[in-house]
């Protein structure tokens, strides 16, 4: 597909709330836009990849189809949309081998895909005997205005002074980047590490923000006011600890934001205070240099060496990745908890709980009670 660009300009005096990613979370995404009071004199921009990697990637097209038609919406094409897309319309000729290799691993990963949840609309649940040939026809037919949706999805958006993308760009020249292929402006991988500048803000998902955590790992949004860069990607999905950001900004010519984030984790509330550990010293381990040394294999956790540093981890997160002993998506920060705060619970461990406070992730070692 070829890159799309819709220009806006957005009204005066309304509201702009960004979002991205939602990967098949239609009841996280009403949710957070509940908590903001999205309403109709508001501005919703959804910077790609609305399904996939979650359990309701039919619903969440849906939904967005519906906010489409009764609110001022905004959606964008996400890598993963347009993957969907060219397969369910054979875009690159018939490839239901690899469709269906991955609907069957997102099974396996994430317990649902968009052709499962279609082929389970349609009666006729998706099993690894299916007649592929036979389907694809049937499929395009009663889903015919979500394809068509999906396939309609713009490259980029381009407003006074922001360019929302999925992935990223190389340059602002968007009259450059038109009619290219669309393909690496969605799957832009680690765009925000890539040092660009720009003059327009532009504004992106795919990336989750927490692999550029140098330290301790939060998942809130990079907003970057030198280079001009609004990373949104809570890795919601990707994550079990991953989260929906809205980024609301007051109008368009605000410079000001203010977070709703969205995750699905149990709550405890914290009975103890705690204070942090220096954030500074913490280390995360991100799934893309992930490589640790054993020290000491315990029960609950073991002790491993990180880029030089001995950090305690849980053991069942450690694992043998080619050969190479792993441990991804922890750290040894320490969290400051207030009695009742409120705690997204990841981990529950007898050495303690591994949790999310306004979106970062660390460790709280007090008493809690459960909460729902
Ligand atoms: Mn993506």
Redesign the pocket.
């Known amino acids: 597909m070829n890159t799309t660009i819709r220009r806006a300009a957005l009204p005066d005096d309304r509201r702009i709330l960004m979002i991205s990613?939602l990967h098949g979370h239609a009841d996280g995404l009403r949710t957070i836009v509940n908590k903001a009071n999205f309403s109709r004199d508001d501005v919703l921009i959804i910077v790609?990849?609305l399904i996939e990697k979650g359990p309701q990637s039919l619903q969440t097209v849906r939904l967005v189809m519906e906010l489409c038609r009764t609110h001022t919406v905004y959606p964008l094409m996400?890598?993963?949309d347009l993957w969907r897309w060219e397969f369910l319309t054979e875009q690159r000729g018939p490839d239901w081998q690899r469709m269906a290799d991955y609907a069957f691993n997102a099974i396996t990963w994430w317990g649902s895909s968009l052709l499962h949840e279609m082929c389970a609309e349609m009666g006729e649940p998706l099993t690894r005997d299916t007649d592929m040939d036979a389907l694809l026809p049937r499929v395009r037919k009663q889903f015919r205005e979500e394809i068509d949706f999906l396939g309609s999805l713009p490259t980029i958006l381009e407003t006074q002074n922001m360019i929302f993308v999925?992935g990223g760009i190389p340059h602002e020249r968007l009259e450059e980047l038109a009619g290219t292929d669309a393909f690496p402006l969605l799957?832009y991988d680690d765009f925000y590490s890539a040092g660009l500048s720009f003059q327009k803000t532009v504004v992106t998902?795919?990336w989750p923000t927490v692999l550029c955590s140098k330290t301790y790992p939060t998942y809130s949004p990079i907003i970057d006011r030198e280079r001009h860069i609004i990373c949104l990607d809570g890795a919601c999905g990707v994550k079990t600890e991953g989260q929906l950001n809205l980024l609301v900004m007051p109008d368009w010519k605000s410079e000001d934001f203010t977070l709703f984030s969205w995750d699905d984790l149990p709550i405890i509330t914290a009975l103890d205070a705690q204070t942090s550990s220096p954030r500074e010293e913490a280390r995360y381990i991100p799934w893309n240099d992930h490589a640790v040394e054993l020290i000491e294999k315990g029960g609950e956790v073991s002790r491993v060496l990180y880029h030089g540093k001995p950090m305690t981890v849980p053991t069942q997160y450690i694992f043998d990745h080619n050969g190479v002993l792993s441990c991804i998506d922890t750290t040894d920060y320490e969290l400051e908890v207030k009695p009742d705060d409120r705690l997204s619970l990841i981990l529950k461990l007898n050495y303690g709980c591994f949790v999310k406070k306004d979106s970062v992730s660390g460790w709280y070692f007090g008493r809690y009670d459960h909460q729902s």
């Open positions: 990613d790609g990849d996400g890598n993963v999925h799957k998902g795919h």
